[in-house]
């Protein structure tokens, strides 16, 4: 398990701070990904590398947002629920329930909490990409210049 997760789990209000972090370690991703201007052998030392970093990044996120959804935004969502049956003087029906959850202001505050880790999680995963991309002009340069240096 992660740092920021135990974190997260010890206190739910670490989950801010984890995710500026997150943010923080994004942000030199186009720095990263650029080849322009970077010796080949620079290059290919350090793909293997920062794919790990943000592919661990990546998968860490993935723990984070599953620990939202179901320790947090269902977690509230079954609070609502169970308010609205028990405290309830008239019967509700199921629609009408979850219509009463969806405009609830802490629900609401779960949801865009929940879409905030759903955000980054995203942007972590097209960081995995790009560099799987990355990786692959960095093997169309390096064999050009093999086959230049055989010719």
Known sequence: MSLALDKIKENFENIIPALEDYEKKLSPIKADLNVTG?????????QA???????????????????????????????LWKNLTDDNNRM??????????????????????????????AKYAAAVEAFKSRGYVLNNLTRLALKDLDT
């Open 38 to 46: 970077k010796a080949l052998d620079r290059a290919n030392l350090e």
């Open 49 to 79: 590398s920062l794919m790990y970093l943000y592919n661990e990044c990546y998968v860490e996120l993935k723990a984070i947002l599953s620990y939202v959804e179901d320790a947090f935004l269902n977690a509230t969502k079954g609070r």
């Open 92 to 121: 509700l029906q199921q629609k009408d329930k979850e219509q009463y959850i969806n405009a609830d202001l802490e629900f609401l505050a779960a949801r865009e909490l929940y879409v905030e880790v759903e955000e980054l999680t």
